[in-house]
């Protein structure tokens, strides 16, 4: 009964997807991908697919007008008469008839200029008129690679999800999203609910394909594209980036006069466009885009070109033009791979007078719909909007097929003992197992990669021993860990241990459990690494890097208790030792130059450091995201921020139980940080960070507030805003009140795309400034001005600033160099 009860549910939902069909191409036999396919008098319908291939869903017999729309191609209207389903029309599209006949040249001004500046103008009644909508949005993306190599620097490529053929070339990633969204543009407010969501080969289905990530609008003075705030050809200030050319006109399907511009980029690495936009006359409406950019315009140098192509339809109930399909083509390879790809989106079923209540929109941006992600076959053929082309359809059956045999214990069971077999080398370089199928593994470092040097161990190793195991697919899982470090010079082994359990990917709970003997720096942050701490002193005789030795044990516990707002709480006893120097190793010697001690007090005396001394700290903080937005991911959720205001972090630590009183410390601290975008002139960063003793007392020194130096010409992170260019380590660190303040402009091409020559280089200007602030100092000051994104072609990775530094009137001036990888 229960088979034929399922059975008569698949031919009900077959019988009930009655549709027309087609191909569509142009007057050579072409096809054309992407066309607009809808209903006269409405903005509901579908697009053709790759090959050109379309699916019109339309559910009664009767007399119909299907229209076929697609940029640089005459529009068609076509009468037909359906009496039984399905129906097939094929349609073969004319190229639009560009003519600059029926234009009259003003000398004066270049008429695709007036064209523009009026299209600015009523940008905002334009857009007006599309002030809140709600809309279905459909998208497919697929990457395609041609002759993919089997090795790259030494590690095996695989054969990436298995679409690739004898030649390895074929589909690397297909899949597909459905979703309905929702805007408002005044309190602009957005959000998508995913209804469906494929991906070829995979169980989870979560795709690249959100409609937020793709919304590229023109109407803007910029949007972002690839991370880069792409210049709108109509913005505001477009006439500093672009010149205009009319190319032509047209008259539209309802004889609107259609222009044709196109885009001629004043400075070649700008932020910008090159291409046609198509206007509206009288209507001065978007009509399409066809644009390109390069990879370097974007800042993703591995991206060769990138194409998008935008098709707008008049909805005559609002009198104005909406956006239905996008196409977004890229070519992209480094490394000997080289790929393209097409994220195409369709946007339908637009309501322009929905009822928005105070509810309709929250924090939450992106959310799924139940069981999104694990739709069945029968469930896509009878919702996909654009039928799926040949190629396509192999690459789900064949994936969907590879992914049953990849799932079960005899595939992943033989993959391990492939992956796992262990070579005597591995001793050196390190060894994992792995259990896929019961989703464990265990793993021990590499000695060679944990060699580092200091002048208290000497040449120094750890080996770690570490244990992994996933409980669910929705994040719960533990870890648990020991490791042994070892100094030649000291001859001493100090061993550590771990435990750490999280419960789930949403709120994520994290309780962790350590404990053991380690050496760690005064300043808990690390502001100098072990591995430049290693060369400074091997090669150069500077010990920057101060440690003692701690015997502990910690308990932390964290987790997000409501959006926004995240609880950390620690407590830890220590027992506090000081260390000597027992070694003055350094392969280059000089006679002028010598190490220091490991006081950070007294560099030269060799002889005293602190009272050894037991210490209880307990930490309590709460990171604040001020109107934080998230995604709601059927096994996670992801918090976005929220750029129009700055995140807060307040914290409280309290030391005691040293069994003198004058030992223990209170102190609160704050810090704020925001990253503002700012258009075409780059981004602007701040963070600012404060804290206060409460009572102002000779403490062990590794509890004084300690900030992030630097006397290395490496610039001591990638996070810039986190410490001092200049400043000498442990040279300001208080036990009394301090503020800091770290600014940093990074102007992107808004000004060195401007000077001719430099602009060549496509370097991005860097300006910067610093401040610190301490109980009875004088503040101390840097200011910087520097080049990033230094390279040639797909590699920059390089910085360099020019800093000065300025306290109690002594100036310094040094040049840094920044390493981004």
Do not use: C
Not at 252 to 268: F, H, M
Not at 298 to 308: A, F
Not at 330 to 340: E, P, V
């Amino acid at each position: 009964m229960k088979k034929i009860t399922t059975f008569i549910f698949l031919l009900s939902s077959i019988i009930s997807f009655s549709q027309m069909k087609g191909k569509i191409t142009d007057t050579k036999g072409k096809s054309l991908p992407f066309v607009s396919v809808y209903l006269e008098n409405s903005i509901t319908g579908t697009t053709s697919n790759n090959n050109g291939d379309y699916n019109l869903n339309i559910e009664k017999t009767g007399n119909y007008t299907i229209v076929f729309q697609f940029l640089g191609y005459k529009t068609a209207k076509k009468n037909v008469t359906i009496n039984k389903f399905p129906f097939t029309l094929n349609v073969s599209l004319q190229e639009e008839q560009v003519s600059l006949d029926e234009v009259q040249i003003n000398s004066k001004e270049n008429p695709a200029n007036a064209i523009i500046r009026n299209t600015i103008a009523n940008k905002n009644k334009n857009t007006n008129k599309l002030g809140k909508y709600t809309s279905d949005f459909y998208s497919r993306g697929m990457f395609k690679i041609k002759n993919a190599p089997k090795k790259i620097l030494g590690q095996e490529v695989g054969d990436l999800g298995g679409g690739l053929d004898s030649t390895r070339s074929g589909i690397m990633y297909l899949s597909e999203t459905i979703s309905k969204i929702t805007y408002q543009k005044k309190t602009k407010k957005f959000k998508e609910h995913i209804v469906a969501s494929k991906v070829s080969g995979q169980d989870n289905g979560i795709s690249f394909n959100q409609a937020d990530e793709v919304n590229f609008d023109f109407y803007e003075n910029s949007f972002d594209l690839a991370g880069k705030q792409m210049v709108s050809p109509i913005a505001d200030g477009a006439f500093g980036y672009y010149k205009y050319k009319l190319t032509g006109v047209f008259y539209n399907k309802n004889g609107k006069l259609v222009n044709k511009i196109e885009l001629l980029p004043k400075r070649k690495n700008d932020p910008v466009f090159n291409g046609f936009i198509y206007i509206v006359e009288d209507d001065w409406s978007i009509y399409g885009a066809d644009v390109n950019v390069s990879g370097s315009q974007v800042g993703v140098p591995m991206v060769k070109s990138l194409h998008i192509k935008q098709n707008y339809n008049y909805v005559p109930a609002i009198k104005a033009w909406t956006l239905v399909t996008q196409t977004i083509d890229f070519n992209a390879g480094m490394f000997g791979i080289n790929f393209n790809g097409r994220f195409s989106a369709a946007y339908s079923n637009y309501n322009f007078t929905p009822n928005f209540t105070e509810n309709t929109f929250t924090n939450e941006v992106l959310s799924f719909a139940k069981n999104a992600t694990k739709k069945d076959t029968t469930y896509w053929n009878t919702i996909r909007p654009v039928a799926l082309t040949d190629e396509e359809v192999s690459d789900y059956k064949l994936k969907d097929s590879i992914k049953v045999i990849r799932k079960s214990k005899k595939y992943l069971d033989s993959i391990d003992r492939k992956r796992n077999k262990f070579k005597p080398l591995n001793i050196l370089t390190g060894y994992s197992y792995d259990n896929s199928y019961k989703k464990w593994s265990v793993n021990f470092s590499s000695p060679i990669e944990n060699l580092n040097f200091n002048t208290v161990q000497g040449w120094n190793s750890s080996l770690s021993l570490n244990f992994n195991k996933r409980l669910n697919k929705t994040g719960k899982g533990f870890s648990t860990g020991v490791a042994v470090n070892y100094g030649l010079s000291d001859k001493k082994a100090r061993p550590t241990g771990y435990f750490s359990y999280k419960w789930n990917n949403t709120s994520r709970p994290i309780l962790n459990i350590s404990g053991g003997i380690t050496t760690s720096q005064f300043d808990a942050k690390n502001p100098i690494s072990k591995f430049w701490n290693t060369i400074s002193s091997t090669m150069f005789e500077r010990n920057y890097m101060k440690i003692y030795e701690k015997s502990f044990a910690k308990v932390s516990f964290s987790q997000e208790v409501i959006n926004g707002l995240r609880l950390y709480s620690s407590i830890e006893f220590a027992d506090r030792k000081p260390l000597f120097n027992t070694t003055d190793y350094v392969m280059f010697p000089k006679k002028d130059i010598a190490y220091t001690s490991n006081n950070p007090i007294q560099p030269s005396n060799f002889n005293s450091s602190f009272t050894p001394h037991q210490m209880w700290s307990f930490n309590l903080g709460a990171s604040i995201q001020f109107g934080q937005k998230y995604w709601s991911y059927p096994n996670r959720k992801i918090n976005i921020g929220n750029k129009k205001y700055p995140s807060l972090y307040i914290g409280y630590k309290k030391n005691f139980g040293s069994g003198n009183s004058n030992w223990n410390s209170d102190v609160i601290y704050s810090q704020l940080y925001q990253n503002i975008g700012l258009g075409n002139w780059g981004r602007f960063k701040y963070k600012i960070k404060g804290g206060l003793f409460l009572d102002k007392k000779d403490i062990p020194f590794m509890d004084y507030a300690h900030f992030n130096g630097n006397r290395l010409l490496i610039a001591p992170n990638s996070n810039y805003l986190n410490g001092f260019l200049a400043l000498p380590y442990y040279q300001l660190s208080t036990n009394d009140k301090y503020g800091e303040l770290h600014a940093e402009q990074n102007f992107k091409g808004a000004l060195l795309s401007k000077v001719p020559l430099l602009n060549q280089l496509n370097f991005h200007l860097v300006a910067g400034a610093k401040g610190l602030f301490t109980g009875g100092n004088k503040p101390y000051s840097e200011f910087s001005l520097g080049l990033d994104n230094i390279g040639f072609g797909k590699w920059r990775f390089l910085r360099v600033d020019f800093v000065r530094s300025n306290f109690n009137g002594q100036k310094q001036n040094r040049v840094l160099f920044g390493i981004k990888l």
